[in-house]
T-cell receptor
Framework: DGGITQSPKYLFRKEGQNVTLSCEQN?????MYWYRQDPGQGLRLIYYSQIVNDFQKGDIAEGYSVSREKKESFPLTVTSAQKNPTAFYLCASSIRGQGAAQETQYFGPGTRLLVL | EDKVVQSPLSLVVHEGDTVTLNCSYE??????LLWYKQEKKAPTFLFML????IEKKSGRLSSILDKKELFSILNITATQTGDSAVYLCALKTSYDKVIFGPGTSLSVIP
């Protein structure tokens, strides 16, 4: 089945530790996105990538890093510089182009990150 | 700076009521406006709007865009308890950047 997967579902981080959240899609989508959602709030864009080996900062990129070495994969690293990382992280992908199907983002199930 | 504002931030209505959710925006290089419904986890797609004045409908939900005044509305008629969710408005730019508003939390009580 085609889709977008995220792992793990829950992740615990100790103070000062870097952690990496996985996002994989087999939809052949060019564009991929990472969002952070805090309780009772909307989605805030961390990073996005239009094509392989290229990515752009979103509104809250500080303390995060990404890579896009393969079309299917867009991992997010939460570094120790991110002082308040506890949140729900959502990965999404979409086709590049125009039209209803192309504009839609497909979301993964999310990863909940907790700081110990 | 690109920005999406939604109002109200939360809303409580009784079953059968009609609700109107608002989304206003400031964005360079507008390409489309998207509405999503989020219940427990990942958002699910509702509508995509690109042209002013053309209403999109799906059952009891409908939406319209005004590109001159830079806003969109999402209407839900004859609300049901299953409509309880957070409704998110998002903007997509010509550079594939997608930014979301804070969402409107809708609670429909029996």
């Amino acid at each position: 089945d085609g889709g977008i997967t995220q792992s793990p579902k829950y992740l615990f981080r100790k103070e000062g530790q870097n952690v990496t959240l996985s996002c994989e899609q087999n939809l052949n989508h060019d564009a991929m996105y990472w969002y952070r959602q805090d309780p009772g709030q909307g989605l805030r864009l961390i990073y996005y990538s239009q094509i392989v080996n290229d990515f752009q900062k979103g509104d809250i990129a500080e303390g995060y890093s990404v890579s896009r070495e393969k079309k299917e994969s867009f991992p997010l690293t939460v570094t120790s510089a991110q002082k308040n990382p506890t949140a729900f992280y959502l990965c999404a992908s979409s086709i590049r182009g125009q039209g209803a199907a192309q504009e839609t983002q497909y979301f993964g199930p999310g990863t909940r990150l907790l700081v110990l | 700076e690109d920005k999406v504002v939604q109002s109200p931030l939360s809303l409580v209505v009784h079953e059968g009521d009609t609700v109107t959710l608002n989304c206003s925006y400031e964005v360079t290089n507008f390409r489309s406006l998207l509405w999503y419904k989020q219940e427990k986890k990942a958002p699910t797609f509702l509508f995509m709007l690109t042209s002013s004045g053309i209403e999109k409908k799906s059952g009891r939900l409908s939406s319209i865009l005004d590109k001159k005044e830079l806003f969109s509305i999402l209407n839900i008629t004859a609300t049901q308890t299953g409509d309880s969710a957070v409704y998110l408005c998002a903007l997509k730019t010509s550079y594939d950047k997608v930014i979301f508003g804070p969402g409107t939390s809708l609670s429909v009580i029996p």
